[in-house]
């Protein structure tokens, strides 16, 4: 029988539609192996064994240990001040300005005074005009007793003198006091240095006028500075006054500053419940300037013998210290109990949790945790 055309086409399509879904099920069949059985799945890789160098792993070790409390702060001069007008007027001159020395004393600036002048001038003919009336009714009062006494006047008579007497001499005490007031405002028409020190701003041109309490210029005395700083309250039980105190000054690296502890504040912060302290640098040959920041150690007592570790090694997690201990070839996160520090030789007292002679990773290494396996560069690792 002789096929049509389409009905070739149709015999073609079903023949390529047995072969490609015997294919598609021949791709689905599971890769047999040998014997016909599945391949077996890849054995567990071993756990990974991260090298330490010897900078990594240090030894808690027993040694002395003092007590340090690192201190930091600006420093200020001990003593400064800043001069202020005590009377209204033109600035005549001003003497001084920045960076100049001045010694207790020195003119600094002068005031217009004129018109001080004139009012001195005017309270002293008041005072003399008193006097003379003081002395008028001191006379008329001394013959009025007399007369009082022979009886050619009366009482009231002689009471009225008396009063006379004491009003002319309460007039008299008032034009004094008036007199002293335009005086020292005279005085105060010239300003001196009230210390020894260095002019540290000008605040005023000669020329100005200027009203009571206008700013003049400031002056320090650089010859002891100060730095405040806080102590904590656990520690401040062991600070006394005259203690010494080491430092290092921001721009003086390698060269050692000496102060002593001069004051201690009597309150403790409300919110940080330290304790402020004040300690005083000498600066004879005023290379220190105020603003400086300084860094200092306030040694305590301390311990003779004590297990010490490297401040380094110490971590805080969860409020809680804690190292990462070698035991074997495995880290072990290990809770301490510290006690006191010395950030100057970077080590830290361990009251519990450690010995001497163990090992410990010295620094955060970041991807080293708990429970890792890890060699010192050298050591063989157990398998």
Known sequence: MRLRPWHRIVAVTGVLAVIIAAGFVILKAPPEGRGGEATAAAPPAAPRVMELSALDVTTVERGPLDHVVPLSGTLRPLEQ???????????????????????????IARFDDTELRARVAEKRADLAAMRAQLDLARKTWTMNRDLLAKGFISQNAADNVANTAEVAAANLASAEAQLDVVQKALADAIVRAPIDGVVSERFAQPGEKLPVDAKLVAIVDVTRMELEAEVAGSDIALVRVGQAVEFNIEGFAGKPFTGDVERI?????????????????????????????????????????????ALAALREERGESVVYRLDGDKVVRQPVSVGLRDPGRGVVQILSGLEPGARVLNANLGNVKPGDRVREAGARVNS
Do not use: C
């Not at 001040?81 to 003119?107: I, P």
């Not at 009597?266 to 419940?273: I, K, L, M, N, V």
């Not at 220190?288 to 306030?298: D, E, N, T, Y």
């Open 265 to 309: 504040n009597p309150s403790a912060d409300e919110s940080s419940r330290a304790v402020k302290i004040y300690v005083v640098l000498p600066n004879p040959r005023r290379e220190l300037r105020g603003g400086m920041f300084a860094k200092g150690s306030l040694r305590l007592a301390g311990a003779e013998q004590a297990t010490l570790l």
């Open 81 to 107: 001040t800043l001069l202020k007008s005590k009377v209204a007027g033109e600035l005549r001159s001003l003497s001084v300005r920045e960076g100049e020395s001045v010694r207790a004393g020195q003119v």
